[in-house]
């Protein structure tokens, strides 16, 4: 939902709490958790898991190779529950033609850089980017070009926007700025 108006334009950016992310977190931890059971059951010689019988998997080769991918999965499965939790690349971006200032904020990780926040001057601004790939992994990224420093990404790279979206954004947020769009 942006919020705009003749002089202000408030954009919100989408972090890591997407229904895909929760998706995979979900079969990456129950997948491993399910490994690593497995693999303690040929320890213990028991089956923990009612529906899956551990009796014939021996400890030595399998059960140690089975309880060390469960926990693999489980420390990604974290990294990604994590992301989830913090909301990781969440944020807005603000153009504001009164004060002539255009802010860029986004969350990252706990810790020192965990607020990321940008001030350019709008006079700064140069043009707008559009990077579109084509293939099997489409890329389609908007980027502002500045004065003096590189290419700032307005929108996430690994959002999967169809090419009508990434030019209608393109071309409202150069009409707004006042600015050329560049295709590369």
């Given at each position: 939902?942006?919020?705009?108006s003749k002089?202000?334009?408030i954009?919100p950016?989408?972090g890591?709490?997407k ?5 995979w977190?979900c079969?990456l ?5 399910g490994?690593f ?8 010689g028991e089956?923990?898991i ?5 009796q014939q ?7 140690i190779?089975m309880c060390?991918y469960?926990?693999a999965?489980?420390f990604?499965?974290s990294?990604l529950w994590?992301t989830?939790?913090f ?12 004060k002539?200032?255009?802010c860029?904020?986004r969350w990252?990780?706990p810790?020192?850089n965990?607020?990321i926040?940008s001030?350019?001057l ?10 579109i790939?084509?293939?099997?992994s489409?890329r389609r990224v ?5 004065k003096?420093?590189?290419?700032i990404p307005l ?8 090419l ?5 954004k393109?071309?409202?947020s150069?009409r707004?700025?006042?600015?050329s769009?560049?295709?590369?």
């Open positions: 939902m942006n919020r705009r002089w202000l334009w954009e950016i989408t890591s709490r229904r895909s992310n929760f998706f977190a079969i931890f129950l997948g491993s958790l490994f059971l497995v693999g303690i059951s040929s320890y213990f089956n923990f009612p529906l899956l019988s551990s998997i021996l400890f030595v080769p399998q059960g190779v060390f469960g926990i999965g489980l990604i499965s990294y994590c989830i939790l909301n990781v690349g969440s944020g807005y971006n603000k153009f504001d033609k009164k002539g200032i255009v860029l904020f990252g990780f810790g020192i965990r607020r926040f001030r350019f709008m006079k700064d601004i140069q043009m707008i980017k559009m990077e790939q084509e293939g099997i489409p908007l980027y502002m070009e500045i003096g420093r590189r290419d929108t996430r790279t690994g959002d999967n926007v169809n009508r979206e990434i030019e209608q393109a071309a409202e150069a707004f700025l006042r600015v769009i560049e295709g590369f």
